[in-house]
Structures are given as structure tokens and as C-alpha cells.
């Protein structure tokens, strides 16, 4: 195995553990919801779920920003600045945190003005809200402690997070839906409780290795107005492409619920076929965040340039293994999430949609890790939006005559484009860097 590979999967394997782990939180809370006896116990998780990606999607630049300007520092092999990065991402995670909480009446009030579900579900939508709202602060902070330890090339941590979080959410929730007699507060304050567990252990193990670069963390080099202009710069384009993400999730989950509550269930089930394959390859792609950035701080682009080609070897090989996997195994899968005959019945007539997803897909997210760790963000922005403009064009055209099928097309549409879009802008932006770089100066 050569260096890059070994690269590669020193950081992917453990965070393709740890992000595995993390749509378990969702898919355990389905799982013990899909055995109460109604859909809408399903629909309320779905919705409740999809509020709080909105929501934490949107400050999703506390992880990405911080993991791309820690890798080029980190690449620098300059440790005070990786340490004021982190303390800036902290304390602006903290006091967006407090902003959410204390606003989260109206938070959820607007929210369910766009959200078309039933009242049903919506009523245990906002009861699931009202209590995971207060885990804002460990979910944020975890954020910025995740996003750094991957620039530091340290992607275990996150992994021992993870794991304990899934432990907790388990034994907790199992504990009160079961033991006491709860139904979906108990599912809700499971989550809760395994979200400040592993923020703690986050900052014991951050504590335990790092603590001797406390003292580059003074306040007048933290509000340096230099320092905090590039870090807003950074992220401002994060923040935007991540609006855009979430309008598209927001409206694919909203769009499935105001077919009924077995669409909005069969979607929520199949989505989860998804969310596990951008996992696995975000493992990929936090390797291309970490390396990409500790590659270009060090200004050795020949190791970028194989590193990217290694990295997109072992992507092909997982989106070929994966379409595979779902092909044989899926409607066992389904199964086991859920004992409700008709919502398996109507999944398995969008589930050929399930099977192009990696194909269509893999690109993408190894396309962001490689920015974000180059912090070219708007070249990221500009394939989003696109491809966001793209999602909404093709449903509003074609779900008159298909119906639930339109809003798959979209989506299997929406992830083809930024892959193919961002492969674009790379290409361009490798041949001016080689071109600068063979010109006589």
C-alpha cells in the first residue's frame, strides 16, 4: 500500500465508523417509532429529524470551515494558529447556540409554516423539537471540536464520540420508551442525553492531548481583525451552499409529506439508503479536507495531485460496492426498520431510485472535502447552486405526470450535476495552478 492510500484511510476508516454511528441516532429513534403501531410516529421523526438538519445544516461551516484553515495551518506546522481557529469556532458556536434556544418558539412556528404534514405528526414533530432544541450547545460545540481534529489529521476522536454517543442513545431511549412506558419524549430525551455525553468526552480527550496550546488562545490574537475577516470569508460561502442543501432536503422531505403520511414514511425509509452511503463517503471526504489542506499549507502540489487520484480510485470502488449491496439486501433492510406492510409494499416502487444513488452520487462529496480543504468555497457554492436551481426546475416540471417519481429524478439529478460541475472547476483550476507554476519567473 502506498503512502497516499495509507493517508487516506488513517483518517477515512475512523470516520467512516463515526459517521456510520451518527445516522444510527436517527435510525434507532425510527426504529423504536416504527414498532408503536402508527406511521405517524414515523412522520414525526422524519419531520422533526429534517428541522433540526436544517438547523444544524446551516451552521455546518462551525465543521467545514474549521477542518480546511486547522489542515493549512496544521500543513504550516503552525500549532497557535490551529489553536485560535478552534477557540473562534467554539465561541461562535456557543453563542448561536444560546440564540437558538432562546428563540426556538418561533423557530418551530415558521418552520411548520413550509412544512406540510399532517397534524398529527406535526403535534409529535413538536414535542420531539421542544426537547432536542436544548442539546444545541453540545451539537455545535461538538461541530467545531469534530471539524478541527480532522485538520489536525486526528479523526479518531471523533470515532470514540460517536460510538458512546450511540451507546447512550440506545440504552436511554430503549430504557424509557420501553421501561417507563414514554413514546416519543422518551425517544427525544435519549438523543438529548447522548448528545451532552459526547460532548463531554470531546473536551476530556481534547483536554488530555492538546491542553498545552491553551495559552495561544489570548483574546487580543483571537479578535484580531485580520484573522476574523478570513475566518468569516471562509465560511461565508459554506453558509450559503449550505442554505441551498437545506432547501433541497428541506423541500424533498416537506414534498413527501404533503402526498400523505405512507409517502412521507416510504421517503424517510428510503433516504436512510442515502444517508448511509454519504457517510461512508464522507469518511472519504474528510480525508480530502485534511489532506488537501495539509498539501497546499505545506505548497507541495504534486502530493495533492496523487492524493486526489487515490481518492477518487477508492470512491469509484465503494459506489460500485454499495449499488451492489443495496441491490441484494435492501428489502430485507427495509424489514427491519419497520413492521408496517404498506409502507414496505409502496417503497419498493421507487427503490430503483435507491440503486442510483452511489453512482450518481460519490463525486460530490469527494469534490467538497477537496475544496474545503483548498477553502475554495465558492467554487463549491457556485456547483451547488446550480444544481440546487437544477432540483427544483426538474420536480416543478415533471410532478404532474410522475407524481413521487419526479421528486427522486431531481434528486438523483441534483447530486449527478455538482459532481459533474465541481470535476469541472477542478480541472480548470488544476491546469492554471500547472501553468503558473511551469511559467518563467
Given at each position: ?14 470516520s ?20 408503536l ?37 496544521y ?38 409554516l413550509?412544512i ?11 414535542i420531539?423539537f421542544?426537547?432536542?432544541?436544548w ?7 461538538l ?5 478541527w481534529?480532522?485538520?489536525m ?17 440506545i ?18 430525551i ?7 455525553a459526547g ?17 495561544y ?5 483571537l ?33 413527501g ?6 409517502i412521507?414514511?416510504?421517503?424517510t425509509l ?8 454519504s ?13 488537501a489542506?495539509?498539501y ?9 495531485q ?30 427491519l ?15 430503483y ?9 460519490f ?13 475554495a ?22 410532478k ?15 447530486l ?22 511551469k511559467?518563467?519567473?
Open positions: 500500500m502506498n503512502t497516499y492510500n495509507r493517508e487516506i484511510l488513517k483518517i477515512a476508516i475512523p467512516i465508523v463515526s459517521n456510520i454511528t451518527v445516522p444510527l441516532l436517527g435510525l434507532v429513534d425510527t426504529t423504536i417509532v416504527g414498532h403501531g402508527a406511521a405517524s410516529y414515523i412522520g414525526a421523526i422524519a419531520v422533526g429529524g429534517m428541522l433540526f438538519n436544517l438547523i444544524y445544516w446551516i451552521f455546518g461551516f462551525l465543521r467545514m470551515g474549521t477542518s480546511g484553515m486547522t489542515s493549512q495551518a500543513g504550516k506546522k503552525d500549532e497557535a494558529e490551529t489553536m485560535r481557529i478552534l477557540a473562534r469556532s467554539i465561541g461562535l458556536g456557543m453563542l448561536i447556540a444560546l440564540a437558538l434556544i432562546v428563540l426556538q418558539y418561533p423557530i418551530e412556528r415558521i418552520a411548520f413550509f406540510k404534514a399532517t397534524p398529527e405528526v406535526e403535534r409529535l414533530a413538536s420531539y421542544r426537547l432536542c432544541i442539546g444545541a450547545p453540545a451539537v455545535l460545540g461541530y467545531s471540536i469534530s471539524g481534529c480532522i485538520g489529521q486526528n479523526s479518531r476522536f471523533p470515532m470514540y464520540v460517536a460510538i458512546t454517543q450511540n451507546i447512550v442513545n440504552l436511554v431511549s430503549l430504557l424509557l420508551v420501553y421501561g417507563f412506558g414514554m413514546k416519543i419524549e422518551g425517544v427525544a435519549g438523543t438529548l442525553v447522548a448528545q451532552y460532548f463531554l468526552m470531546a473536551i476530556g480527550l481534547w483536554a488530555s492531548h492538546f491542553k498545552r496550546l491553551l495559552p488562545a489570548q483574546l487580543h490574537t479578535l484580531a481583525q485580520g484573522a476574523i475577516r478570513r475566518f468569516f470569508q471562509v465560511n461565508r460561502d459554506i453558509f450559503l451552499r449550505t442554505l441551498c442543501l437545506v432547501a433541497v432536503t428541506m423541500y424533498f422531505t416537506s414534498a409529506a404533503s402526498q400523505g403520511d405512507v412521507l414514511a416510504v421517503n428510503l433516504m436512510h439508503f442515502f444517508t448511509f452511503f457517510y461512508i463517503m464522507d469518511g472519504f471526504a474528510y480525508s480530502g479536507e485534511a489532506l489542506g495539509k497546499i499549507g505545506a505548497n507541495n502540489r504534486p502530493a495533492l496523487q492524493m486526489v487520484r487515490q481518492l477518487f480510485i477508492w470512491g469509484i470502488g465503494l459506489a460500485l460496492a454499495s449499488t451492489l449491496i443495496y441491490g441484494i439486501g435492501g428489502e430485507t433492510f427495509l424489514g426498520i419497520t413492521n408496517e406492510q404498506n409502507v414496505i409494499a409502496s417503497s419498493s416502487t421507487y427503490f431510485w435507491v440503486l442510483a444513488i452511489p453512482l450518481a452520487g463525486a460530490a462529496f469527494l469534490y467538497d472535502g477537496i475544496f474545503i480543504g483548498a477553502t468555497t465558492n467554487l463549491m457554492l457556485r456547483a451547488m447552486a446550480i444544481a440546487s436551481a437544477a432540483f427544483f426546475g426538474i420536480y416543478f416540471g415533471c404532474g405526470l410522475m407524481g413521487n417519481h419526479a421528486l427522486w429524478m431531481a434528486f438523483i439529478t441534483y449527478l450535476l455538482r459532481g459533474i460541475i465541481q470535476g469541472y472547476y477542478y480541472h480548470c483550476h488544476s491546469e492554471r495552478s500547472e501553468e503558473s507554476r511559467r518563467p519567473h
